[in-house]
Every structure is written in C-alpha cells, then in structure tokens.
C-alpha cells in the first residue's frame, strides 16, 4: 500500500515561511504514477483544497486563497512532493494533509478525487 509521511508544520510568525514535506512509498510504487495535492482543514471547518501537481510536475494548481503565496512542487526521484508556504496569515493554521490520486490526468481539487492520504501535520500561525 502507499504510505504518505508528512513534515516540516510547526509554530510561525504571522508574515512568516515553512516548507511542508511529503515522503511516499509502497510496493513497487512510482511516485510518478500520481498526481499530488495538499489540502488543509482547521477546526470546525470543512478540509478544503491548497494545492496540486500534476504527475510529471508540468502543472499546477492552487487555491484563491493561497495564490502566490504557496507554491506546490515535486522530486520525483526523491518520491516527494513539497509546499513551499510564504506570507503565512493566522488563517493559515490547520492540519495540512498531502494526498496522492492514482487516476489524475490533471490537477484534481475535489479530495474526493484522491486515493491516499497522510496523517497530516500542524501548521499555527501566530498573529
């Protein structure tokens, strides 16, 4: 089975950076056979969509809300998928999740595209 590992969430700053990482494995797996996203869900709010490469790392989406600020990016050869987080507001805190989809031809939103979640990691942002 695939496994996500995430890291790199902790405590910042209000205007501050992190950079989340995302460690995949499995069986036989190949990382380029899956588009990648993040999203995020804090308390009492619904998950919602951040962020998402295509297989090869040729196209990108992100989210109104994280525009120009966030950028996804991925290694393949290293079987990982990164979320570089600039300019971070208060309302950025919450559990970031990476997930994987199996079927993508694109950058798929909906996390109900994807077929492998993290565990997630916390992000707080102090104001």
């Known amino acids: 089975q695939v496994q996500l590992v995430e890291s790199g969430g902790g405590l910042v700053q209000a205007g501050g950076s992190l950079r989340l990482s995302c460690a995949a494995s499995?069986?036989?797996?190949?990382?380029?056979?899956?588009?990648m996203g993040w999203f995020r869900q804090a308390p009492g709010k619904e998950r919602e969509f951040v962020a998402a490469?295509?297989?090869?790392?040729?196209?990108?989406r992100h989210a109104d809300s994280v525009k120009g600020r966030f950028s996804i990016s991925r290694d393949n050869a290293k079987n990982a998928v990164y979320l570089q987080m600039n300019s971070l507001k208060p309302e950025d805190t919450a559990v970031y999740y990476c997930?994987?989809?199996?079927?993508?031809?694109?950058?798929?939103?909906?996390?109900?595209?994807?077929?492998?979640w993290g565990r997630g990691t916390q992000v707080t942002v102090s104001s």
């Open positions: 997930a994987a989809d199996s079927f993508a031809t694109g950058t798929p939103r909906d996390q109900y595209e994807y077929d492998y």
């Open positions: 499995g069986r036989t797996f190949s990382i380029s056979n899956y588009a």
């Open positions: 490469i295509s297989r090869t790392g040729g196209s990108t």
